[in-house]
């Protein structure tokens, strides 16, 4: 017994952690395949989420049954099992694509949608020395690694060559895949009508409140009080992987990943301390 308790103290001492919505400040939460702030087996969460509730938070839940957290929901949208990331990508397309409504800041300064990427090989461009991938600094109107403190602006659109290469921002390729879903082509094999699923797109956008800030404790941060929400069950289908990454980026192209209001990154182990 001892051994197993001490294999589990190493296993999870360094970095056990899960992906929730910021309840103290979410305003619009969307959940797929999981009860787990609902009834589920994290009671702090599902403590915390009907606080988010009461306090006015929409709740809107995609899931095949009307389960613990679809019963407690805004909206209970039934979907063909599995398809969790056709409906993602959809909505992806209509916020982008056709509202263009999403956080260009956060895009260039904080993910890799600006690195530049080889059309030919459709791998990153990268310096020949470093390794590293370059994307385009569009005040110089040239290429640089993208960890280069002095870049201002960074392109998301645009074609270039850089050492006789032609490449594109890998935004652009993310703009054009995002368009081969529309919530049209995907009604039939997720059985959630088209207009239903362009609504909750621009619901969510919308209430993104992108350019907006909150002060919390004397400091100014973005306010993106939005959130996808999910555990196991969305994932574990084939193409899992793809499906929680069409997930995350909802949140992503949003701007809401470890802001205020959106997703943040929360330790699920106490230490003793219940204020944390």
């Not at 956008?205 to 993106?224: Q, V």
Request: aromatic content about 10%; proline content about 5%.
């Amino acid at each position: 017994i001892y051994n197993h308790i001490q294999h589990y103290l190493n296993s999870t001492q360094y970095g056990a952690f899960c992906i929730f919505p910021d309840f103290d400040y979410c305003e619009y939460m969307i959940v797929f395949g999981t009860n787990a702030a609902n009834g589920g087996f994290q009671q702090w969460a599902t403590h915390n989420c009907a606080q988010a509730r009461r306090r006015g938070m929409k709740m809107v839940v995609f899931d095949p049954m009307c389960n613990s957290a679809a019963a407690k929901a805004d909206e209970w949208i039934p979907i063909i099992p599995g398809t969790d990331g056709l409906i993602c990508l959809a909505m992806l397309n209509v916020i982008v694509n056709e509202l263009g409504i999403y956080d260009r800041e956060h895009l260039k300064k904080r993910t890799n949608a600006s690195y530049l990427i080889n059309m030919e090989t459709g791998k990153y461009v990268r310096n020949a020395e470093t390794g590293k991938p370059y994307v385009w600094d569009m005040k110089e109107n040239r290429p640089r690694p993208y960890d280069d403190k002095e870049i201002e602006d960074y392109a998301l659109e645009g074609e270039f060559v850089v050492d006789g290469i032609r490449c594109v921002p890998s935004w652009v390729l993310m703009e054009e895949r995002f368009a081969e879903y529309t919530p049209e082509n995907v009604a039939e094999r997720t059985a959630v009508p088209a207009e239903t699923t362009r609504r909750i797109a621009a619901e969510f956008a919308k209430a993104a409140r992108i350019g907006e800030t909150i002060m919390i404790d004397g400091k100014e941060l973005p306010f993106r009080p939005v959130s996808t929400y999910n555990i196991r069950s969305a994932g574990t289908h084939k193409n899992g992987f793809h499906t929680i990454y069409a997930m995350d980026l909802l949140n992503q192209i949003m701007g809401a990943a470890n802001v205020p209001g959106g997703v943040v990154s929360a330790s699920v182990e106490c230490w003793g301390h219940p204020e944390t």
